[in-house]
């Protein structure tokens, strides 16, 4: 899957794999060697107190700065192919999909799914993730190599702790990967949910039907949330375990440095301790990020799925290239002609010809324009247009030729010229003409800026008639011989019904048109009838001779009796949480999962081994809690969201930043430790800066207190996930339960696309927004006290100048992050754009089809796509170059406090020197994590305001002019519901 990825940018993966790896190599090296000097530097008498050796190792660091910016711009142009080649590809193929065989029985939920959620991790999530991965990998290697070289002892230990992280992700792998699998197919519901609840909500609403949408929406958010919260539990419990495996290699490194210390130099030692520590954190975030990488190519999995779809006609051979005026005549005939929808399935047709119909629901009318347009291939028989074989025909061409106008008018949010003319090959007065045919053409006018009129989504801005007869116009402006209408007037009342079929009279006298009907009215002027019947030719003759018969065209009325659906309710497991039978240790280290991942491990995951939601993880108990501070917030004058996500969870929040803030506090005591070793290192009866005499002491120390900082740090992380998911959850619900509420108006300016990246994607960035946002508070507390305690090492004044550049790093970081912020929120407007036009198309897919638009519906996406991706370049490259450029502020800042430190008259020993690179070390985790944080947290609020916007939005109250029950006598069809 991966060398599929990379092969989307266009060039040979293998190509891309060695320049990449050839550009981090490069950069990596520099920075490796800039270390490596710094310690020879600091062990050689005739060059530690040289200024020209500070301008050497500032210049080292000017070159190792430059080259990771190049690999940054490399890696970046690589990724932002593969996005735009992905999509292309995939909408393509979706487009090109048979309506029968994919679209008629798979959800618009889950291919919209793809579109939206999905398609953001491929561009927001694999780029930022895997340059991370990169930068951590290289940086490991480096660690890796320069250990081997000063001290190849070492490498007794590196090789098999390297080998158990492989075995434990292995390990891991296993089951992260079932329970990934759980989370996506749980979520596609809930997409699909959104989407046909605001497409049905009209006759959710005339029934008295919200209550029970709004259960059924709890089960199946309740359903995802089962599932996604272990998911991102069990990242956290190999989070932890990888941290106490790379605290294996601090005290092994340690413990070696100790027992070997005759065979190594001091150099060697401080570089294999200082480096050692720093794998430590650097291994475990390789696997983590490698693990983020695995979950998001799960995306391009699935996306690499559709693109691989079948297409419309590619079993039939093209034979006839029809002349540019086919068809001239228009004579329609049915050779014999049947068709089943699907393999394996009965017929639907058999053997029949006609011009017009009339029929029974059922009788097959329908499945006839299907045969027309060729949505489904031939099982036997032919059908043909002037004597062409349509099957020998291209089938964009053989669409093109013809013209359909739906039972239900088809439009899409844009211009009135795009939605009557999309391949803009019409002239503006052509398109008047027609609009005058229709009696449309006042009424635009009144509308103010004539054909650039802005049609709202599904043309929710004009009557059901105005939309009609745009359809008509539509179809007037093609003039094609062959004009069929699918029950046109079937939904509209009988004045607009009569202006129509007045229309129809006018402006198609000279073409054959054929008429699916219920209405006897509607056809009773027609040359000929042909009646269906269970697939099959009933009877074919003129009018007056059927009506004429007391036995032809029954008017058997069908009815479909309404029933009150009944609340979907959640099957209730016996197993409780095991959190709820736990103890406090267990919950600390999150043990607790032990047995599901190894359960995982041993055999693939069943849905009932995940056990049942906590009650105070559901969606009911989140509702109520933000349901009270939501009423509480509406009264402020400018209401937030993000308040109201403070207010509910804050006791949880403060006491997670309290952990953040102890971690901070013992990660200083681990540059105090190493200085105290290499002191003993260099002088084992000298007195090191802690009083401790006995080296395995220290080491002891070092290793004891790396496991409680990462242990504190890793449940730390645990909690701010947990308080995520259910932020997710809430995001979901309550933006699910706005919806059931929307005003017409409302409705009309807030497109589905947008209320479906809402709840998908907008909900996905405030959960990202809490795995880090505790770094927020926690960095410039731990930056600050870390350069006090370089003032000690160093003197105050480099101390001082240190901080100084480290908090003007954080500040620009800061700023940085807004941009980004800025940017990200017109990303996801554009982003909401392009969502929004793919699930229209995706509810009109048959109209599309049949008067063959798909280039021009792809050009319009494809539109929009660029401008997406012209953000997107904007927004990975400030997002990735803030991060980057905080990890490598350290190295820059060492550079200058070394400088300083020299100009003050003093003179550099190992021991400071290896005390400075290990605090820089230490700073690189707050700096590189506030980068994070202010990232995640500025997109975060971005998704919060238009959250608050939406829940602000105009809404209505209990509508008492809903249908009772039972006093419906017909009725199409409710909703449809894909329950878990």
């Known amino acids: 899957m991966y060398a599929t990825y990379i ?122 993730f895997g340059l991370l991965f990169l930068q951590f990998a290289f940086q490991n290697l480096a660690i890796v190599v320069v250990c081997a070289a000063t001290s190849p002892f070492v490498l007794i230990l590196f090789v098999p702790l390297i080998y158990a992280f492989y075995k434990l992700q292995e390990y891991y792998n296993l089951t992260s990967g079932e329970l990934k699998r759980f989370d996506s197919i749980s979520k596609s519901p809930v997409v699909n949910m959104i989407s046909e609840t605001i497409n049905g909500l009209s006759t959710i609403r005339a029934f008295r039907l919200t209550e029970t949408f709004s259960l059924h929406s709890r089960v199946v958010l309740d359903y995802n949330q089962r599932f996604f919260s272990v998911y991102r539990t069990s990242s956290r ?146 059908i043909l247009i002037d004597g062409v074989d349509l099957a020998t025909v291209d089938l964009h061409t053989m669409r093109s030729r013809l013209t359909i106008i739906p039972q239900d008018p088809v439009l899409f949010s844009g211009s009135l010229r795009f939605n009557i003319d999309p391949s803009r090959e019409a002239s503006d007065d052509a398109i008047w003409t027609v609009l005058k045919q229709v009696h449309l053409s006042e009424s635009i006018s009144a509308f103010g800026n004539g054909l ?55 402006c198609f006298g000279d073409v054959t048109l054929m008429i699916i009907a219920h209405r006897l009215d509607t056809i009773i002027d027609s040359d000929m009838i042909l009646v269906m019947d269970a697939g099959c030719v009933k009877e074919f003759a003129p009018p007056k001779e059927l009506l004429a018969n007391e036995t032809s065209m029954s008017d058997d009325d069908e009815y479909v ?58 969606a009911a108990s989140l509702n109520k809690l933000f349901v009270t501070e939501w009423v509480k917030e ?32 013992l990660m200083l005591l681990q540059p105090i430790v190493i200085k105290s070793l290499l002191q003993y290192l260099q002088d084992p009866n000298d007195t090191t ?125 800061y700023y940085s992050a807004k941009t980004v912020g800025n940017t990200r929120r017109q990303l996801l407007k554009v982003q909401s754009e392009r969502v929004k036009l793919t699930n229209e198309l995706l509810q009109g897919v048959r109209v599309v089809k049949m008067y063959a638009w798909e280039e021009h519906i792809e050009a319009k996406v494809a539109e929009i796509r660029q401008k997406e991706l012209t953000l997107l370049k904007q927004y990975q490259a400030r997002r990735i170059s803030n991060t980057i450029a905080l990890n490598i502020a350290p190295v820059i800042c060492l550079a200058l406090c070394l400088v300083i430190y020299l100009l003050l008259g003093n003179r550099l020993t190992v021991d400071t020197a290896f005390a400075a690179l290990a605090y820089m070390n230490v700073v690189r985790l707050p700096s590189m994590s506030f980068s994070n944080s202010i990232l995640f947290l500025q997109e975060a609020k971005a998704s919060c305001d238009r959250i608050t916007t939406f829940l602000l939005s105009e809404e209505l109250e209990d509508d008492d002019t809903s249908i009772p029950y039972g006093h419906a006598s017909t009725h199409r069809q409710l909703m449809i519901l894909h329950c878990p």
């Open 7 to 128: 092969g989307f940018c266009g060039y040979a993966p293998l190509f891309v794999t060695l320049t990449v790896g050839g550009a981090f190599t490069i950069s990596q090296a520099a920075l490796a060697i800039l270390d490596w000097f710094m310690g020879y530097w600091a062990a050689s008498p005739s060059l530690a107190d040289k200024m020209y050796s500070a301008w050497i190792y500032v210049g080292i660091t000017v070159v190792g700065v430059l080259l990771i910016c190049g690999r940054i711009i490399y890696a970046l142009t690589i990724v932002i192919h593969c996005s735009k080649t992905l999509h292309e590809r995939l909408f393509t193929k979706v487009l090109a999909a048979p309506v029968t065989t994919f679209f008629d029985v798979t959800p618009v939920g889950r291919i919209l799914n793809r579109f939206s959620s999905d398609l953001d991790q491929v561009d927001s999530q694999i780029p930022y």
């Open 237 to 382: 419990w190999l989070q932890m375990r990888l941290d106490w495996l790379s605290v294996l290699i601090i005290g092994g490194v340690a413990f070696i440095s100790i027992a070997s210390k005759s065979f190594v130099g001091i150099t060697a030692a401080g570089l294999a301790i200082t480096y050692s520590a720093q794998m430590s954190g650097f291994l475990s975030r390789t696997t983590m990020t490698y693990s983020y990488i695995e979950m998001a190519m799960t995306c391009v999995e699935r996306l690499e799925h559709y693109a691989t779809l079948d297409t419309e006609g590619h079993t039939q051979a093209i034979t006839t290239t029809p002349k540019p005026s086919w068809p001239e005549h228009g004579v329609v005939t049915f050779d014999n002609y049947s068709m089943r929808y699907r393999p394996h399935l009965d017929l639907v047709l058999k053997n029949v010809s006609f011009n017009i119909l009339c029929g029974r629901t059922g009788s097959g009318k329908s499945s006839l324009m299907v045969a027309l347009f060729r949505m489904v291939e031939a099982a036997s028989g032919r």
């Open 452 to 506: 650039e009129f802005e049609v709202a989504e599904k043309g929710s801005n004009l009557s059901v008639g105005q939309r009609q007869l745009l359809c008509i116009a539509r179809a007037l402006l093609r003039k094609s011989r062959v004009v069929l209408l699918d029950e046109a007037t079937a939904n509209i009342d009988l004045e607009s019904d009569r202006l129509i079929q007045e229309t129809i009279k006018e």
């Open 561 to 618: 009796e309404i029933s009150t659906p009944v609340a979907a309710t959640e099957i209730e497991l016996e197993e409780k949480h095991p959190m709820d039978t736990s103890n406090w240790l267990a919950i600390v280290l999150i043990s607790w999962m032990d047995g599901l991942i190894r359960k995982g491990a041993m055999r693939p995951l069943k849905e009932d081994d995940i056990w049942p939601l906590r009650d105070v993880d559901r």
């Open 634 to 665: 509406k009264s402020h004058n400018e209401p937030g969201f993000h308040r109201v996500l403070w207010r509910c969870m804050r006791k949880e929040i403060i006491f997670t930043i309290s952990l953040y803030f102890l971690y901070s506090f």
């Open 689 to 813: 800066s802690i009083g401790i005499q006995s080296g395995y002491a220290l080491a002891a120390i070092l290793t004891v207190l790396s496991f409680i900082s990462v242990t504190i740090i890793d449940f730390g992380q645990y909690l701010t996930s947990n308080l995520g998911c259910n932020a997710k959850c809430m995001i979901m619900d309550a933006v699910y339960l706005k919806s059931l509420k929307l005003s017409s108006y409302t409705k009309r300016n807030m497109t589905s696309g947008e209320i479906v990246t809402l709840s998908s994607v907008d909900s996905e960035r405030v959960f990202q927004g809490y795995l880090l946002g505790p770094w927020t508070w926690a960095s410039p507390v731990a930056v600050l006290i870390i350069f006090i305690m370089v003032g000690f090492e160093l003197g105050y004044i480099v101390g001082i100048v240190g901080c100084a550049f480290m908090y003007g790093m954080l500040l620009l970081g």
